[in-house]
């Protein structure tokens, strides 16, 4: 199964100059817990923007660059979307989408579900989130409004799935 996972801004920024506009805690804890034990895909810079390979997940880094290699047994490079396709959505495995932006864009309608941190806030950056179409996800889960005790960001967790 392929699902996406992101923190996005009101505006729907994600990112910019390749790092987080934002620190939640709360939101990196989440992330920690819905993504250990499986699989994360996510482009050449998204990677490259991790302080290394994260511990207890399956890394596959999809890249246009066919000379890219990352010497570690937990990560995989592939140079296809479709590849990641053939091999995730249909699977028992879940594969989980990281970023960043092109990916999330060239991926969000391969999904069955998203998992989303709302940041009740707009944010200045260089990579957006694609729409997300309303005919084609439902809400699944939908936590309380939180606020970061450090920021003093106010944020949400949102489960959607594929309607």
Same mark, same amino acid.
């Given at each position: 199964m392929?699902? +996406? =996972?992101?923190a996005v801004?009101e505006?729907n920024?994600? @990112?910019?100059?390749?790092t987080l $506009?934002?620190?939640?805690p709360?939101? $990196? &804890? /989440?992330?920690?817990?819905?993504?250990? @034990?499986?699989?994360?895909?996510?482009?050449?810079?998204?990677f *490259?923007?991790l302080? @290394?390979?994260?511990?207890?997940r399956k !890394?596959? +880094?999809i890249? /246009?660059?066919k000379?890219?290699?990352?010497?570690? *047994?937990?990560?995989e490079?592939? !140079?296809?979307l479709?590849?990641v =396709?053939?091999k995730y &959505?249909?699977?028992? *495995?879940?594969a989980?989408i +990281?970023g960043g932006g092109?990916?999330?864009a #060239?991926?969000? !309608?391969?999904?069955d579900?998203?998992?989303l941190?709302k940041?009740?806030?707009s944010?200045?950056g260089?990579?957006s989130?694609? #729409?997300?179409d309303?005919e084609?996800f439902s809400?699944?889960?939908?936590? *309380? =409004?939180f606020t970061?005790? &450090?920021s @003093?960001?106010k944020y #949400?967790?949102?489960?959607?799935v /594929? &309607?």
């Amino acid at each position: 199964m392929l699902s +996406i =996972i992101v923190a996005v801004a009101e505006n729907n920024v994600i @990112g910019g100059d390749n790092t987080l $506009l934002w620190h939640i805690p709360e939101d $990196l &804890k /989440r992330f920690k817990a819905i993504t250990s @034990g499986n699989t994360i895909v996510m482009g050449r810079k998204t990677f *490259e923007s991790l302080p @290394g390979v994260l511990p207890n997940r399956k !890394h596959v +880094i999809i890249t /246009r660059d066919k000379s890219y290699t990352v010497d570690n *047994e937990n990560v995989e490079v592939i !140079h296809s979307l479709s590849k990641v =396709i053939n091999k995730y &959505k249909n699977s028992s *495995e879940t594969a989980f989408i +990281i970023g960043g932006g092109e990916i999330y864009a #060239q991926l969000i !309608h391969n999904v069955d579900k998203l998992f989303l941190t709302k940041v009740f806030k707009s944010f200045d950056g260089d990579t957006s989130f694609p #729409q997300i179409d309303s005919e084609e996800f439902s809400v699944d889960f939908e936590s *309380e =409004i939180f606020t970061c005790e &450090k920021s @003093g960001l106010k944020y #949400q967790f949102v489960d959607l799935v /594929r &309607k």
